[in-house]
T-cell receptor, first 116, second 112 residues
Framework: EAQVTQNPRYLITVTGKKLTVTCSQN?????MSWYRQDPGLGLRQIYY???????DKGDVPEGYKVSRKEKRNFPLILESPSPNQTSLYFC???????????????FGDGTRLSIL | EDQVTQSPEALRLQEGESSSLNCSYT??????LFWYRQDPGKGPEFLFT???AGEEKEKERLKATLTKKESFLHITAPKPEDSATYLC?????????????FGKGTLLTVNP
């Protein structure tokens, strides 16, 4: 089954404790992206990756890091989490981004992070 | 100023009562408009892609249309299972610089 898998689904942690949210897709997609979703603000892009070893900032990258060492995986790293990073996070992937404008993004089921 | 605006923010319908959701956009160089459905606790689920003005797509009780400034998601004779948040997203740009912007969504509730 084609899917985007995020782990963990829920996490409560404390300020400053480094954490990683994993994202894996099994569709051989080139493009992957991370979003955060907050009430009243909608989905906002954090980082994206056009392909392996190619990443770039989205609209709200501060406080986050990403890496793309393999095509299927795109982890989101919070080096020193703070309470304002409490949010619902989504990973998404699509076949490509530039070459096929109509390709939709497929989303994971989300990770709810609470930073105390 | 938001580039993608969805209205209304929330809509409550009775089962069978048809209506439309709106997504207006101000981006230039539209490269695609996407509609998604999001259920509570789930990620957005892709519904439609529209690419050019005049285009229409249908799926069951849903029909999406596109003009040069806005898109409508028409819901015909909705059922309670159509209750969800509906998101639209616009892809703009060209060359090596594409951008995808989401609206804030419309929360649809269909009462039996």
């Amino acid at each position: 089954e084609a899917q985007v898998t995020q782990n963990p689904r829920y996490l409560i942690t404390v300020t400053g404790k480094k954490l990683t949210v994993t994202c894996s897709q099994n569709m051989n997609h080139e493009y992957m992206s991370w979003y955060r979703q907050d009430p009243g603000l909608g989905l906002r892009q954090i980082y994206y990756s056009m392909n392996v070893e190619v990443t770039d900032k989205g609209d709200v990258p501060e406080g986050y890091k990403v890496s793309r060492k393999e095509k299927r995986n795109f982890p989101l790293i919070l080096e020193s989490p703070s309470p304002n990073q409490t949010s619902l996070y989504f990973c998404a992937s699509s076949l490509s981004f530039m070459g096929a404008p109509n390709q939709p993004q497929h989303f994971g089921d989300g990770t709810r992070l609470s930073i105390l | 100023e938001d580039q993608v605006t969805q209205s209304p923010e929330a809509l409550r319908l009775q089962e069978g009562e048809s209506s439309s959701l709106n997504c207006s956009y101000t981006v230039s160089g539209l490269r695609g408009l996407f509609w998604y459905r999001q259920d509570p606790g789930k990620g957005p689920e892709f519904l439609f892609t529209l690419y050019s003005a005049g285009e229409e797509k249908e799926k069951e009780r849903l029909k999406a249309t596109l003009t040069k400034k806005e898109s409508f998601l028409h819901i015909t004779a909705p059922k309670p299972e159509d209750s969800a948040t509906y998101l639209c997203a616009v892809k703009e740009g060209g060359g090596s610089n594409y951008k995808l912007t989401f609206g804030k969504g419309t929360l649809l509730t269909v009462n039996p």
